[in-house]
């Protein structure tokens, strides 16, 4: 059959057709380029902000205030009593610091000494801490002990009421007595800030 009027040669698509579909294919790829693009602009400009670094939340309930010291010493047998003397002039220390704390909570008030003593060895750090957690072995001397602080009414923090915590980390060994002014008893409550304590000793330069 001979070919119709306006048709190609051939069966072929018209010429019309083909630049349409090619427009239409450049569209496409136009678009994809157009969002990949933003994409990847999004991704480079992202304004999300930066995660804060959160400081961390104080789990200490007890404001301790220093009252006394930090008092330093390296002759820890001159500082100390009884078996512990004895046990220092053995074993002599690396270091020695003292401080005195007041705290208050409710209506109770009590002053907490710390100590902080420094081994040469933590075997020998060990050791003191051994030794100072038996009664009638002595310790080393408080500050309200060897007369330095003589605030009125401050409590005798190594007397039979007293609380007793002691920590070794490494070579050193920190050591806390506390009592309550004008004889509260609350050993519950004495004994929490006597353990809070403990902490202080790494303030104790």
């Known amino acids: 059959m001979p070919a119709q009027p306006g048709s190609p040669p051939g069966g072929g698509s018209t010429p019309q057709r083909d630049t349409k579909a090619l427009l239409l294919r450049g569209a496409g790829l136009v678009a994809i380029a ?25 789990t200490n309930p007890f404001d301790y205030k220093l009252v006394e010291g930090p008092n330093k010493s390296t002759d820890c047998a001159a500082k100390a009593y009884d078996d512990t ?48 957690d038996q009664d009638g072995t002595g310790n080393v001397s408080d500050l309200v002990r060897d007369g330095t602080y003589k605030a009125a009414g401050a409590p005798k923090v190594s007397g039979d009421q007293a609380e007793y915590e002691s920590r070794v980390t490494g070579t050193d060994v920190t050591i806390v007595l506390a009592d309550f002014y004008a004889k509260h008893r609350d050993d519950v409550l004495l004994k929490r800030i006597a353990t809070n304590a403990l902490d202080l000793g790494a303030d104790l330069h």
């Open 85 to 132: 003397k004895k046990f220092f002039q053995a074993n002599p220390c690396s270091a020695l610091a003292r401080g005195l704390y007041t705290v208050k909570y409710g209506d109770a008030k009590a002053l907490v000494s710390v100590v902080k003593v420094s081994m040469p060895t933590a075997a020998q750090a060990a050791q003191l801490k051994a030794l100072t």
């Open 34 to 58: 157009v969002v990949a693009g933003l994409v990847w602009f999004l991704i480079r400009h992202d304004s999300t902000p930066e995660p804060v670094a959160q400081e961390p939340v104080k």
